[in-house]
């Protein structure tokens, strides 16, 4: 017997209805392809910028020699020579360059009355024989020169020189990965062409980020330039920014949390950090330049570490104070009333049992905010950070760039080489968030340990 | 009771697991046609379970497996070229808690026709006004159809869920324990609905209440749980079917002691 | 005998101290000079963030005023003019807006589309296995520097583009490249918004729609989308808001000079407000030249546009929220 109920004919059946349904479940398959090929390309979008990345940041160079490397130190390996070998090597090849290495790097008097005055004067604070002092620099002869710069030139200074005045390693062309594994052919007649000019130009197969590369100073020739002044700009400004916004934005999120009245004004606070975290970074980096590059240089000095740190300190905070909060609210409130079931105070409550309870989740917001700030650009633009920097920061008022600054200036640059090197000073800045975010996870794991005993 | 043996729904030999674990185990039972079947037991006995099975509800949790035969109207259920789609047209369900979606209440029971391509506004009225006669919500509701189904009261959001249910015009309507959000009154109204309901449909209902199955159901199948020590601390529970007959019976004369025990409300 | 007096004396001056001591340990509030002191530094913390917020408003606000008092131009020109060209003394904003309209439109048709997508793939049809495997791969994504993706705007996209379209067709610097790459670097913050709305639609309401025949495809269009509505349009809002207020990727990619176009091209080197600022900011600045104040001018601006984005979402998401309580 058929036991069909439908008791109107309002509604398809049959045949009707299963063609309906054929057709419902094919618009249902075409769009979940449609959903899953969204992820799909997401993933590959982040595939795509990786290996563009190492795309340009290995591959073939042509490059040139003034002097090879292997005439002067067996293996060519400069970095084993000390500052006696590597002066040695300026005076037999830039001799008469000497007194302007003194000038360029040693000289505390202004550059137009070097050559006049006395060495005790023109090199006050730094090391010379005693019996030299009341003679100008010129004076001296080479070998006296030369034992000046070795023993007061840092050896990655001279290093610098050697390969920037002597070697004068020159990439003609650089290549991509893809370019080298595939095109060789081309190549190689390009190499030939480029012997024609330079008949000791040769085909190197070079890695963009080395070990020179993390240790030398920024330098305007690509080839020699390094990340090192801004890997210290860098982890300067961090320790700034850290430094300031830790303790305000933990310190807020307490408030918050365990102090806070649900009044006017707390209210607005809440609100408030709310919409800062949206708040486009430049803006922020407009306001570290009129307040605390303008209107505060007489303590900032104007720009410098501690005006970039404060400012993406500002930038953080409400990513902090968001974080810690969410970590102060998980912490259950059965052990708050435990603290002050044996009479502790407020604060001691607090500072002993709720802020150790909700600290991996602090910490982990914190480093996250950290990631945050290592990688801002605009706002350090904003406030000008120095692009051309070669020393390394030695205090919180020193001038400084920093490692996304030095690659926004590299990429900016049209030719090839410098991409080669953005792309080897991003690696440099990925590895560290990298660390970063390694630290946190580790920390976090390390600290809930120890909590439970 | 006068059946000659048309069964909408039979059940063999089944089993459902949820991921490794057995839930129910081994259950054989036949749904007459136009009758009101009541599941009961103890809870986690299986009763939702074998329910969900009925209409592949069980589909949607990941994990979730059906062994055995589930037949209506003669075919298999899970029989691979059978569209879950389809099932659960003909098979509707009302859930525990009534579920009306945040639309205006014309649009939650045009919801279903409009799926099957129904686009003509008067036909879509006529089954509007159709379906909320027959859940007996049409004349609290019909001034105001525009108004948001969430802002209706539990028992009239049940009500429309039931003529949401039927504006589909399924063959059986499954009902996990539709009054146990519902206040006395609101659950009178559903079980007299029920009786009504009951004389164009199959149902299945779960419930909790012993007066309640007594009061509507025709049948009634008693689950209960079986327990099995796997290592010392750790057990393994699953349902089983207690027993099966018609309402009358079952309570009047049990056949286990257990059944007896559960509905005396000893335990449960 | 002389001992034990004296040791009673003794036990009997302790008691009595004892005694006194308690008769001294009242109820009453004492003074706690630290806890005070401590209250004031948090509030303090708290309070900053308005500070910051103040200070915001003031500079960009004071900056703009001698901007518009400067002589060189009036709000009406700033916002009406099509020219910006500082040499010439013309600041009309409304090139550097367009630009930056172009490209969060360009973002924004990226971003959408597949942010939705893969919140919906993960909400709805993903497998636990595959859900934790991508969620950190879009954690990645979204946790890459955007001069990372400015880099990658100027030397895969815009090749990639003009490969595509033609090297005549595309200039080397323009508003596409950037507008697409920012698109995917929005995608994880609208998809991880999305995913959350979607997640937050009750299952019962899944379960009534199927229960009544409906698909998944449909479920999710008819019944899941709606509900989540709210939550998905603020991901949204969220995402033009960051689009507009981004800066390296248009600095790198979308090329310097402001350029009026219409219709909009988007193959045509342009610069939004943001990348302006970057630019001009970036070189050898004058303070209190017009140019120094014209940055300020556009940050306020911007600072607007982002507020106004930011507020909505806000309160189209408290919407959602009322839904369901
Ligand atoms: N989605 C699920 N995943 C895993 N196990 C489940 C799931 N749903 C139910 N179970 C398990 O299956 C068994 C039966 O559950 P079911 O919900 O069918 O019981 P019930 O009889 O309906 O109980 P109640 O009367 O409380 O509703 C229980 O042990 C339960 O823990
Ligand atoms: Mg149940």
Known sequence: ??????????????????????????????????????????????????????????????????????????????????????????????????????????????????????????????????????????????????????????????????????????????????????ERARIDAELLEAQEDEPNARLEFRSWLNFDFLINPGSSDPAAAGVRTALFGTLWVIFITVLFAFPVGVGAAIYLEEYAAANRLNKLIETNIRNLAGVPSIIYGLLGLAVLVRSLEFITQGRTIISAGLTLGLLILPVIIINSQEAIRAVPSSIREASFGVGATKWQTIWNQVLPAAMPGILTGTILA????????????????????????????????ALPIQIYQWTARPQSEFRAIAAAAIIVLLVLLLLFNATAIILRQRYRKSLQG | MTQNGAYAIQLKNVDVFYGPKLAVSDVSLNIQTRRITAFIGPSGCGKSTVLRSINRMNDLIPGARVQGDVTFQGQNLYAPEVDPVEVRRRIGMVFQKPNPFPKSIYDNVAYGPRLLGVRSKAVLDEIVEKSLKGAYLWDEVRSDLKKSGLALSGGQQQRLCIARTIAVEPEVILMDEPCSALD??????????????????????VTHNMQQAQRVSDFTAFFSIRKQEETPG??????????????????????SEETERYIRGEFG | MQTQLEAGREISRVQSAVAARRAQATLFKRP??????????????????IFTTLGIIFVLGEESLRFFTSGVTDAVEFLTSIKWQPQAGEFGILPLLESTLMTSFMAMLVAI?????????????????????????LEVLAGIPTVVYGYFALTFMTPALRGIFGQDAVQIYNTAAAGIVMGIMILPT?????????????????EA???????????????????????????????????????????????????????????????????????ISGGDLSYDSVDYNSLFAIGLMLFFITLGLNLLSQWVSKRFREVYQ
């Open chain 3, 113 to 137: 589309p597949l942010g939705l997508g893969s919140a919906i793939y993960l909400a709805e049809y993903a497998p636990s296995g595959v859900r934790t495997a991508m969620k950190p791969i």
């Open chain 3, 209 to 279: 729609s199927y229960g009544l025949g409906a698909t998944r495809f449909e479920t999710i269009v008819k019944v899941v989308l709606p509900a989540a509505l709210s939550g998905i349009l603020a991901a949204f809002i969220i995402g033009i808001s960051r689009a507009v207020g981004e800066t390296m990727i248009v600095a790198l990619a979308a090329g310097a000079g402001s350029n009026w176009s219409f219709p909009p091209n988007f193959f045509v080197a342009a610069e939004t407000m943001t990348g302006h600022i970057a630019r």
């Open chain 3, 190 to 206: 609208i998809s991880s918004m999305a995913e959350d709305a979607l997640s937050s639609v009750p299952r019962s309401l899944r």
């Open chain 1, 370 to 401: 950290m990631s945050r700030a290592v990688g801002e650009t605009a706002p350090l633009i904003v406030i000008g950070a120095s692009t051309f920097i070669v020393t390394d920061p030695t205090s919180p008022f020193a001038k400084f760039t």
């Open chain 1, 1 to 182: 017997m058929s036991v069909s109920v439908s008791q109107s004919n309002l509604l398809p059946t049959g045949a009707e209805f299963q063609k309906g349904l054929a057709r419902r479940n094919f618009r249902g398959s075409v769009w979940g392809r449609f959903y899953s090929l969204s992820l799909v390309v997401a993933i590959l979008a982040l595939i795509a910028l990786f290996l563009n990345i190492i795309n340009s940041a290995v591959g073939y160079t042509i490059t040139v020699y003034e002097v090879e490397p292997t005439a002067l130190v067996a293996g060519g390996d400069i970095g084993s020579l000390d500052a006696n070998q590597l002066v040695g090597i300026l005076q037999e090849y830039q001799e008469r360059r000497l007194p302007v290495y003194v000038r360029d790097n040693l000289s505390v008097v202004d550059p137009s009355l070097f050559t006049q005055v006395a060495i005790s004067e023109a090199l006050a604070g730094h090391t010379y024989p005693a019996e030299l002092a009341n003679l100008t620099v010129t004076e001296l002869s080479r070998d006296q020169q030369a034992s000046i710069l070795a023993a007061n030139l840092p050896l990655e200074v001279l290093r610098t020189l050697v390969r920037t005045d002597v070697i004068g390693e020159k990439v003609i062309h650089p290549y991509s990965l893809n370019e080298s594994l595939f």
């Open chain 2, 184 to 205: 006395p009154i609101a659950t009178q109204a559903v079980e007299d609905l029920m009786k009504i309901l009951v004389k164009q449909y199959t149902i299945v209902i």
């Open chain 2, 234 to 255: 750790k057990e393994n529970r699953w349902g089983v079917l207690g027993e099966f007959a018609e309402t009358t019976e079952l309570f009047s004369s049990p056949n």
């Open chain 3, 32 to 49: 706690r000079p630290g806890e005070d002191a401590i209250r004031v530094y948090l509030l303090l913390c708290g309070v900053l963030s």
